[in-house]
């Protein structure tokens, strides 16, 4: 006992002085927001954020982990813009779905967070100055792009200044006993096609399947019907006490899904950028052909192309691309300039790249 209690004492000793340094760092935070208040200057800095990140981690020879790190300076950071300046943050609701996960896990248990029935509504938000900060989903592993990201990317003037990935785990939860005494199914239509295997599995593709806003809905519908079940998250499960009688259903183990965060500020240049525009090509033979091979000769790398109907013309097609680099390398800017007067091109953002494994 003596011995526990001597760690005890040096555990206690250990936060007293990070309680001190933290107060500390707000101290030079408030400076810093008083600077950017004066200049205009965006509260969040994603890529200021993943520099220190990036130091920390090349320092650490501890028992922390690169995902602790991450977790726990991520919310010192969020702490530290809240005591800044408050800020609101919308996302695709409703509360509890996995759009919100993502959003808590760059603003915070502090921020101000506000659900929106749709992606549009994002947008819209934030077009009118209603809200500093968006998010929404862009890509699915499985489902492919959204598209009424990508056609809202297109309609209004947010930009990207974030990309988050997050694993997609779904699980099927119901107050029911037993799999016989169930007569419906509450999911999201992305949800329910990406468990189709589960579902062939267990005799359920016969079951009346009701389509839902989102996961968290569907566990909110099933916790209050009888003989019902929901694909939906851990996390909605548990909030609404529907007990979880399958984990991890989905058919691809690897389901991914990536989300940006908008808002109207342009990141400055950092390693490991990501630009994304939307291109209007010559409407002629090898138009989009001589448009990409102006990236090839400026050696800038294309890592995504998904083309889109145009509002005035279907028959005609826009494309988004996302290609390495920021808009202001040279090499960048040679192939705007190049392409200028015979495309029509909008710049999305440049943010920085994230990695593929989850971020959450």
């Given at each position: 006992?003596?011995?526990?209690?001597?760690?005890?004492?040096?555990?206690?000793?250990?936060?007293?002085?990070?309680?001190?340094?933290?107060?500390?760092?707000?101290?030079?935070?408030?400076?810093?927001?008083?600077?950017?208040?004066?200049?205009?200057?965006?509260?969040?800095?994603?890529?200021?954020?993943?520099?220190?990140?990036?130091?920390?981690?090349?320092?650490?020879?501890?028992?922390?982990?690169?995902?602790?790190?991450?977790?726990?300076?991520?919310?010192?950071?969020?702490?530290?813009?809240?005591?800044?300046?408050?800020?609101?943050?919308?996302?695709l609701g409703p509360d509890r779905s996995y759009t919100h996960q993502v959003a808590q896990?760059?603003?915070?248990?502090?921020?101000?967070?506000?659900?929106?029935?749709?992606?549009?509504?994002?947008?819209?938000?934030?077009?009118?100055?209603?809200?500093?900060?968006?998010?929404?989903?862009?890509?699915?592993?499985?489902?492919?792009?959204?598209?009424?990201?990508?056609?809202?990317?297109?309609?209004?003037?947010?930009?990207?200044?974030?990309?988050?990935?997050?694993?997609?785990?779904?699980?099927?939860?119901?107050?029911?006993?037993?799999?016989?005494?169930?007569?419906?199914?509450?999911?999201?239509?992305?949800?329910?096609?990406?468990?189709?295997?589960?579902?062939?599995?267990?005799?359920?593709?016969?079951?009346?399947?009701?389509?839902?806003?989102?996961?968290?809905?569907?566990?909110?519908?099933?916790?209050?019907?009888?003989?019902?079940?929901?694909?939906?998250?851990?996390?909605?499960?548990?909030?609404?006490?529907?007990?979880?009688?399958?984990?991890?259903?989905?058919?691809?183990?690897?389901?991914?899904?990536?989300?940006?965060?908008?808002?109207?500020?342009?990141?400055?240049?950092?390693?490991?950028?990501?630009?994304?525009?939307?291109?209007?090509?010559?409407?002629?033979?090898?138009?989009?052909?001589?448009?990409?091979?102006?990236?090839?000769?400026?050696?800038?790398?294309?890592?995504?192309?998904?083309?889109?109907?145009?509002?005035?013309?279907?028959?005609?097609?826009?494309?988004?691309?996302?290609?390495?680099?920021?808009?202001?390398?040279?090499?960048?800017?040679?192939?705007?300039?190049?392409?200028?007067?015979?495309?029509?091109?909008?710049?999305?953002?440049?943010?920085?790249?994230?990695?593929?494994?989850?971020?959450?």
């Amino acid at each position: 006992m003596e011995n526990l209690n001597e760690h005890r004492k040096k555990i206690d000793d250990i936060d007293n002085q990070i309680l001190k340094l933290l107060n500390r760092r707000m101290k030079s935070v408030e400076e810093i927001g008083k600077a950017k208040q004066t200049t205009g200057t965006s509260i969040y800095r994603p890529e200021r954020e993943k520099e220190i990140l990036d130091r920390l981690k090349s320092l650490n020879s501890g028992k922390l982990n690169t995902k602790a790190i991450d977790a726990i300076f991520l919310e010192i950071f969020a702490v530290s813009r809240n005591l800044e300046m408050p800020e609101k943050i919308v996302f695709l609701g409703p509360d509890r779905s996995y759009t919100h996960q993502v959003a808590q896990s760059r603003f915070g248990a502090m921020g101000n967070y506000i659900a929106l029935n749709s992606i549009e509504a994002v947008f819209k938000v934030l077009k009118n100055g209603e809200a500093k900060y968006g998010v929404v989903p862009i890509e699915n592993n499985t489902e492919g792009a959204i598209g009424i990201t990508l056609d809202c990317l297109g309609k209004f003037d947010s930009l990207i200044v974030s990309e988050i990935y997050m694993d997609i785990h779904h699980s099927f939860a119901t107050t029911c006993e037993s799999l016989k005494n169930i007569k419906k199914i509450y999911s999201h239509t992305q949800g329910y096609n990406q468990c189709r295997k589960f579902l062939e599995e267990h005799m359920l593709l016969d079951i009346e399947f009701i389509p839902t806003k989102s996961t968290a809905s569907s566990a909110k519908l099933a916790s209050n019907e009888p003989h019902s079940g929901a694909i939906c998250s851990h996390i909605a499960a548990k909030f609404y006490n529907v007990p979880i009688l399958f984990d991890k259903i989905e058919d691809n183990s690897t389901n991914k899904t990536k989300f940006i965060i908008l808002s109207n500020f342009k990141n400055r240049p950092s390693i490991q950028n990501k630009t994304s525009i939307l291109a209007k090509t010559e409407n002629r033979s090898g138009g989009l052909v001589n448009f990409l091979k102006s990236f090839e000769n400026e050696k800038v790398n294309i890592t995504k192309i998904e083309s889109r109907p145009t509002e005035k013309n279907k028959s005609h097609a826009v494309f988004y691309i996302d290609f390495e680099g920021h808009i202001d390398d040279k090499n960048v800017q040679r192939v705007l300039k190049s392409n200028r007067d015979i495309n029509e091109i909008k710049w999305l953002g440049s943010y920085v790249k994230a990695g593929e494994e989850s971020d959450i």
